[in-house]
C-alpha cells in the first residue's frame, strides 16, 4: 500500500466517521434523547422512558459490537475498553464527578453538543469550558495531580477486562463471549420494549435503535475501515484518525479538548483532523440540520448569575471527571458498555451515583431559595 492510498483511505474514515455523528446529532435532536434527562425522569417523577431508549441502545451496542467479533470483521481486544489493568477509582470517582456535573450543566457532552446545533448559547460556554478542562485533564495541571493520585490505584486481572473475552477465556469457549453479551443484550432491548409507553411513540424505539445503531457503526468504520495491517513507513498495524491508536467509537469529552487543539493550532502542519473532531462537528450539524428542518432552532440564554455559576461548574466538572473516567455516558457509557467492559460498568455506576447526587443538590437550592 502506497502513502497516497493510506490519505485516500483516511479521508474516507474521516467522512465515514462524520456521517455517522451527523445521524447521531440528528436522532438525538429529533427524540429528545439524553441520559441525564433519563436519570432527572425516573429519580424525581419516576418515568423510565427515557432510560429504556438509553438500554435498548445499550442493547443494540451490546449485539453489534459482539456480532461483528464473532464474525471476525473486528478484533474486540483491540479497544481502550478491553486492556486487563483497571484504573477502577478513576473510573468511579471520575465518572460520579462528570454524572454531578452534567446535571448542573443541564447534560452530557453529547446533548451539550445536540443543544449548541439547536441554538443553546448556554451549551455554548459549556462546550468551551468543558473542553478547557478535558485539555487540563489529558495534559495539563489536574492530569498532574490525576496521574500521581487515584490514577495509581489498578486492577490488575490476568486477561481481558472485558467480561465476555473474560468468561470465554476461562471456559475455554469463544463462543461464550457472543453468548453472554448477546444474552444482556436481549435483555435490555426486551425491558425497553416491555412498556407500553415506551411503544406508544416511535421516537422511543427509534433513538434506541439509531443511537445504538451509530456506535456498532463507529465500531465499524474504526475497525474495519480505518485498519491497516501493515503501514509503508512504521511496517505496523494502524487505526486511521484514532487518537487512542486504537479502535474506537462514539465519545465527547476528550474530542472537545481535541477540538479545541486543532482550532487554536489550524496553522500548525502537524495538526491533523481526527475521529474525534470530526465527530464532535458532526453530531452539532446533525442537529442543526434537523432543528432547522423541524423548525425547532431558537436562541437560548442563561437565565441569571446563578444558573451561569451552575453551568460553568457542571462544565468543569464534566471536563475533568470524563477524561479521569475514561469516557462520557456516550464514551463509557454506550461505547464502552458495548463491550461491557468492568471498567465502563464501574464508570457507568459512578455517573448514576453522581447525577443522583446532584439532582438531590438542585433540589435543596430550590428548597433553600
Known sequence: MEMSDIQAQTTLVLWAAFAVAFL???????????TMGAISDAVNMGDWTRLRMWGMAAGIAMLGFYGMAALGWIDPLQTIHSGS??????ALLGGALFGFGMVLASGCGSKTLVRIGAGNLKSLVVFFV???????????????LRNQTIDQVVLHLDTSSALPLWLAGLWGAPGA???????????LIAWALSSRDFRSSLDNPLA????????VALWWVTGVLAFVPEHPETLEAVFLTTDTGVMESLTFTAPMAY???WLIFFSDASMVLTLGVVSVLGVVLGSLAYALLSRGFHWEGFRGSQDTALHLVGAVCMGVGG?????CTIGQGLSGLSTL????????????LGAVGALRFQMWLLERG
Open 259 to 261: 477540538v479545541l487543539r
Open 341 to 352: 467492559s468492568l471498567g465502563s460498568l464501574i464508570a457507568v455506576a459512578g455517573i448514576g
Open 208 to 215: 434506541g435503535i439509531g443511537i445504538g445503531a451509530t456506535v
Open 130 to 144: 468543558m473542553g478547557l478542562a478535558a485539555y487540563a485533564t489529558l495534559s495539563g495541571v489536574t492530569a498532574v
Open 177 to 187: 463471549a457472543l453468548g453472554l453479551a448477546g444474552l444482556v443484550g436481549v435483555a
Open 323 to 327: 477524561v479521569t473516567a475514561m469516557g
Open 85 to 90: 489493568r483497571v484504573r477502577w477509582l478513576s
Open 24 to 34: 447521531f446529532g440528528a436522532v438525538a435532536q429529533r427524540t429528545h434523547f439524553c
